[in-house]
């Protein structure tokens, strides 16, 4: 037997055993990070005794778990039950003041060295020249850019936050992290994937009202808990973001030469290119040669740069191992590398999944062996940073812009 329900405190609605259901109408829910819960429901497991309590609106009940989910699907569609702007917005109101949280961060001005947002002094040298701004201090983060939240949400907060953040902090805000890579990758549009991220987005959401109080649950938080579904629709969300429209604003900017009539010059400059049969925007073919020797100092391959620069000479191969590049060389009319290879790396242990199932992973500062082969052994970039509190690395392979 299953039921749906409505979560009282972010609006979302879930089909749960009725099991789970209490006398007094809360739902038993798994605590902290929770990847299988997908599993769990469908399988009508007994809930734990560590399970918390959430208070829920019952809908309707069904025999199966197929019509159940067809019930959810419908409940989330019904305006009566779906939850608003308004109805977000006004969640504290109904129920009163909020109890006092003890868990957000102190207001005081966080150190210099807390603050590095890449861990410790000077490793914004090894962000990647795909990125197009470096990364800033926290105590900057008032005028961060949306290429530097992407920058920080996506790669370097696994490592700045963890000086800054309590475990508990920490954890939550990995669920986030751990959701949108997913979301932004290639597998956002498999099912088995997209699920995933589904059950750890409302994870997050469930923890922020635990955790920061009921008036964290704004408009835009709540809107995670459908995110996923764009993802399912369309692809990875970099198909349904705004970023390459912004981005394009420089190409146009660059057409304009006079002082006037700068909408004319675009249009007559763009009617231009697509006269003379021309793409607007070519990719740079870059093959740069060092003076002193023969060797290569950098190369565009695939979508990035190949660079023997700290920073983007760490990458992902065929046989998912992290290499570092420090030499490329042409020989025989073919594009080689010599590289030193990593020891295997293991799981990041705070991640709310397997890490290594993404490819990230943690890193000994230790190479296994070095080599010399074709440079099609290169499958992906990495963003490689250091550990905190430790002589490890962090190895993320880089999403696809």
């Keep these: 037997m299953y039921r749906v329900v409505k979560f009282t405190s972010d609006g979302s609605v879930q089909l749960v055993p009725s099991t789970w259901i209490t006398k007094d109408s809360k739902c038993k829910w798994p605590p ?174 469930h923890g922020m009202v635990k955790l920061y109080g009921k008036k964290s649950v704004v408009y835009n938080v709540h809107g995670l808990l459908h995110i996923s579904n764009d993802a399912l629709n369309y692809g990875n969300l970099d198909n349904v973001s705004a970023f390459s429209f912004e981005n394009y604003m420089q190409f146009l900017k660059k057409l304009i030469r006079g002082q006037k009539l700068h909408l004319e010059q675009i249009v007559k400059r763009v009617s231009e290119f697509e006269l003379l049969g021309s793409n607007i925007k070519k990719l740079k073919l870059i093959r740069m040669y060092s003076k002193s020797s023969n060797s290569i100092i950098k190369i565009s391959y695939k979508n990035f740069i190949v660079s023997v620069k700290r920073g983007d000479n760490y990458f992902l191969t065929n046989t998912n191992n992290v ?18 290879k990593f020891t295997d790396g293991k799981p990041v242990r705070e991640y709310p999944i397997n890490s290594m199932l993404l490819g990230i992973r943690k890193l000994k500062r230790m190479y296994e062996f070095s080599g010399t082969c074709n440079i099609d052994i290169i499958r992906n970039k990495c963003v490689i940073l250091p550990y905190p509190k430790s002589k490890n690395l962090l190895a993320i392979p880089m999403l696809e812009e």
């Design 323 to 340: 290499i570092k590049v420090v030499k490329i060389f042409e020989q025989n009319e073919t594009i080689n590398i010599e590289y030193k």
């Design 32 to 205: 902290g990070p929770c990847t299988n819960i997908s599993s769990l429901i469908k399988n009508r497991k007994n809930p734990k005794t560590d399970w918390i309590k959430l208070p829920v609106k019952l809908y309707k009940s069904s025999d199966d778990y197929a019509t159940g989910k067809q019930l959810e699907e419908a409940a989330t569609r019904d305006p009566e039950l779906n939850s608003t702007d308004s109805e977000v917005s006004n969640l504290t109101k109904k129920r009163g003041k909020n109890p006092k949280v003890h868990n957000k961060l102190p207001t005081s001005p966080v150190s210099s060295s807390e603050a590095d947002i890449s861990g410790s002094s000077g490793d914004s040298e090894v962000i990647q020249g795909e990125f197009g701004r470096k990364p800033r201090s926290l105590k900057d983060i008032k005028r961060f850019k949306a290429t530097e939240f992407r920058l920080f949400l996506l790669y370097t907060s696994m490592t700045s936050l963890k000086n800054i953040l309590p475990v508990t902090l920490y954890n939550h805000f990995m669920l986030l992290q751990c959701s949108m890579y997913i979301l932004l990758s290639k597998s956002a549009s498999q099912s088995d994937w997209n699920q995933i991220a589904k059950d750890i987005l409302q994870q997050f959401v």
